[in-house]
């Protein structure tokens, strides 16, 4: 057997594992886990733009719902030298496995980084961001959560700074055939509160075809000089 195959495999072995293990926290939590799969290559390529965009300047990163890691693969080797990396994931399971793969990424400095397991909102820190990742299943959490996320996000981002975040394709559809009417509301909501969002802050989206599921991903901005978060009273009103 040759080094590339040992290495080839090895990398197969290995998302045959993360498939698996997202497979098993799917099932134990779907709400908070939000899919089924990690995202696939395309998707993790479209959400870390923003960083390729920022670079070569150091860079403070913000990657929130990192799951098994597999956006965090693609952005370790996009940091530009000295950029500070810190990660914010709800699952203990999730979060050692994250532990797991900083410590002992040759690409980085135990200093550059660092895993809190935490659920992002409640993330206590006076750091400010150029680039938040998130991969938070928006769409399956309250109004109130969302709105929360959201404008914890805004105020994490340095003025100009840039929050890139992924939705799946036709979920709106697909829960409005299947669950309850009180779901198809939340689920409107959220579609709402999210719509404000980027009628006010967004810079661009694209679709990635190639992810199962399709999905959009976001790109919005922080403007440089601060506004007041959209229709901040307009939560309580939807819930
Ligand atoms: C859809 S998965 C995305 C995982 C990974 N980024 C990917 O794209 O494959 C969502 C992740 O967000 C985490 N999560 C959900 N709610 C969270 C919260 N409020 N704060 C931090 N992490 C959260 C889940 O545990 C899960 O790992």
Same mark, same amino acid.
């Given at each position: 057997?040759? @080094?590339?195959?040992?290495?080839? @495999?090895?990398?197969?072995? &290995?998302?045959?594992?993360?498939? +698996?293990?997202?497979?098993?926290?799917?099932?134990?939590?779907? #709400?908070?886990?939000?899919?089924?799969?990690?995202?696939?290559?395309?998707? %993790?390529?479209?959400?870390?733009?923003?960083?390729?965009?920022?670079? *070569?300047?150091?860079?403070?990163?913000?990657?929130?719902?990192?799951?098994?890691?597999?956006?965090?693969?693609?952005?370790?080797?996009?940091?530009? #030298?000295?950029?500070?990396? @810190?990660?914010?994931?709800?699952?203990?399971?999730? %979060?050692?496995?994250?532990?797991?793969?900083?410590?002992?990424? *040759?690409?980085?400095?135990?200093?550059?980084?660092?895993?809190? &397991?935490? !659920?992002?909102?409640?993330?206590?820190?006076?750091?400010? =961001?150029? $680039?938040?990742?998130?991969?938070?299943?928006?769409?399956?959490?309250?109004?109130?959560?969302?709105?929360?996320?959201?404008?914890? =996000?805004?105020?994490?981002?340095?003025?100009?700074?840039?929050?890139? !975040?992924?939705? !799946?394709?036709?979920?709106?559809?697909?829960?409005?055939?299947?669950?309850?009417?009180?779901?198809?509301?939340?689920?409107?909501?959220? @579609?709402?509160?999210?719509?404000? !969002?980027?009628?006010? =802050?967004?810079?661009?989206? +694209?679709? $990635?075809?190639?992810?199962?599921?399709?999905? =959009?991903?976001?790109?919005?901005? #922080?403007?440089?000089?601060?506004?007041?978060?959209?229709?901040?009273?307009?939560?309580?009103?939807?819930?």
């Amino acid at each position: 057997m040759n @080094d590339w195959t040992t290495s080839h @495999d090895r990398v197969l072995a &290995q998302r045959n594992a993360e498939g +698996w293990m997202f497979l098993i926290e799917a099932a134990r939590d779907l #709400r908070t886990t939000g899919a089924i799969a990690p995202s696939g290559k395309a998707l %993790a390529r479209a959400l870390t733009d923003p960083v390729r965009a920022q670079a *070569p300047r150091p860079l403070a990163v913000l990657e929130a719902g990192a799951g098994t890691g597999t956006v965090t693969r693609t952005l370790i080797p996009e940091l530009p #030298r000295a950029s500070r990396l @810190d990660i914010v994931e709800a699952n203990p399971r999730f %979060a050692s496995r994250l532990r797991h793969l900083v410590t002992t990424h *040759p690409h980085l400095a135990p200093a550059q980084v660092n895993v809190n &397991q935490t !659920y992002v909102e409640q993330l206590d820190t006076d750091q400010r =961001y150029d $680039v938040i990742v998130s991969g938070l299943p928006l769409t399956n959490f309250t109004p109130v959560q969302v709105e929360r996320i959201m404008a914890r =996000y805004m105020e994490l981002l340095h003025p100009g700074g840039t929050l890139t !975040y992924f939705a !799946y394709l036709g979920t709106r559809k697909a829960r409005a055939l299947t669950a309850s009417r009180a779901e198809a509301r939340r689920h409107a909501a959220v @579609d709402e509160i999210m719509a404000t !969002y980027q009628r006010t =802050y967004a810079t661009g989206r +694209w679709t $990635v075809w190639a992810n199962v599921p399709p999905a =959009y991903v976001w790109h919005l901005q #922080r403007p440089l000089v601060s506004a007041e978060h959209p229709e901040p009273q307009s939560v309580e009103a939807r819930r």
